[in-house]
Each structure stands twice: as C-alpha cells, then as structure tokens.
C-alpha cells in the first residue's frame, strides 16, 4: 500500500499565480480531508469529502480556494491568485470510514509564493 | 461548541525523565480521542485512539486514558527517548463522525 500520495511535493509560484494541488488516496478509503500547517497556526483543516461528495467546506477561505473529488482516486485543492499569505505545507488525508476513523496522512506539498 | 484543548505548546524534557502532554475537550456527543504524532519534515501520523471511558490506550511506548469524568486525554510516556521529539497533536471527534476538532499541538523536545 503506497499510502497517501500528494503532488508535487514542493511548488513555488508568483504572487497571483495559480496552484493546483494533488492528493490521491488510499485505496478503499472513503473520505478525504485536507489541512493547512504553518508555524504561526498549527494545523488547520480546510475541507472534507465523504464519497466523492463535499461534506464540510467550513475550513475553506471562501475566496480563491476550491476544492474538488473528481473520482475516488484523487482530489484537487486549487489556489487561485496566490498571495504570499497562502504559503504552507498542505496536508491531505485519507481514512476509511469518515471523520471517527484513523486519518492516513500524506507528505504533503510545500506551497511557496513569492 | 466542541473543542480539544492543548495547554502547552512547547515541552522540553531531559532524556529518561517521564512526560505527560495534556488533552482536555468539551462536546456534547459520545467522544472518540486521538493522539497523533509528526515527527519533523514527516507527516502526522496515529499514535493512540479511543472511545472507551477509563481503559489505558497504549502504543510504541506512550499510552493514554480518556477520562469522561474530567474530559481528558492525556498523552503518558514513562521515559522519553531523543526519538520522542516531534509534535503532539490530539484531536476530537464522536463516534458517529459528525465533526472533529485539533488541538494546537504540543512540540516535545528531548534533550541528552
């Protein structure tokens, strides 16, 4: 088992660019999260898909963030127009069940913006 | 509201001493507890869970008891390792899943 796999693991982009960022996960498992990390705010959840369907976007800074689960295999976080404030690793785990089972957690993508 | 809460963001310990990393919540539905651990430049990953009142959790070591009675979850280890050194962050949820909620996190630091 590959575990959670995220891509690319580290992206630099311009102040106003977009980022796409990648997340496939386990296979079987049901539900996908993704989090922010920063020294200044910890750990901060961003959204959560159960089943291909959005649960919870409460997390999700209502301008420029999107977030999407085309399949089960795979879900997207774009950024759009970048601002420097956007840097962060970006985290996105999986689990089997929802948001009561063991979180698998990927490597996650060093986002850069300059 | 739910929340999970962590009262030290940093602890620094000596190699061989015990530690205890503090974990309290509040929620109103049936509690499902966690501790992950992320040691640096890795991702987090579990380290302890349960739902079960007053029943020792224990894993690699560290073990943890939830306590409804006084809303804790506290994370034990009887001697901490230079390995130890990570952060510590305990989460919420219930066990039908309705919501979750993470702690600050905790940065342990051992030192020889």
């Known amino acids: 088992n590959a575990g959670v796999i995220q891509t690319p693991r580290h992206k630099v982009t311009g102040k106003g660019q977009e980022a796409t960022l990648w997340c496939e996960p386990i296979?079987?498992?049901?539900?996908v999260f993704w989090y922010r990390q920063t020294i200044v705010q910890g750990l901060e959840f961003l959204t959560y898909f159960r089943n291909q369907a959005p649960i919870d976007d409460s997390g999700m800074p209502k301008e420029r963030f999107s977030a999407q689960m085309p399949n089960q295999s795979h879900s997207t976080l774009k950024i759009q127009s970048t601002q420097p404030q956007d840097s962060a690793v970006y985290l996105c785990?999986?689990?089997?069940?929802?948001?009561?089972?063991?979180?698998?957690f990927g490597p996650g993508t060093r986002l850069l913006v300059l | 509201g739910d929340s999970v809460t962590q009262t030290e963001g940093l602890v620094t310990l000596t190699k061989g001493l015990p530690v205890m990393l503090n974990c309290t919540y509040q929620t109103t539905y049936s509690p499902f507890l966690f501790w992950y651990v992320q040691h640096l430049n890795e991702a987090p990953k579990l380290l302890l869970k349960s739902s079960t009142d007053n029943k020792r959790t224990e894993h690699q070591g560290f073990y943890a008891t939830l306590h409804k009675s006084s809303s804790s979850f506290h994370l034990q280890k009887s001697s901490v390792q230079l390995s130890d050194s990570a952060l510590y962050f305990c989460a919420l949820s219930d066990i039908s899943g309705t919501y979750q909620r993470f702690g600050t996190g905790t940065k342990l630091q051992v030192v020889p």
């Open positions: 296979s079987g498992h049901s539900a």
């Open positions: 785990a999986s689990s089997w069940g929802g948001r009561q089972d063991t979180q698998y």
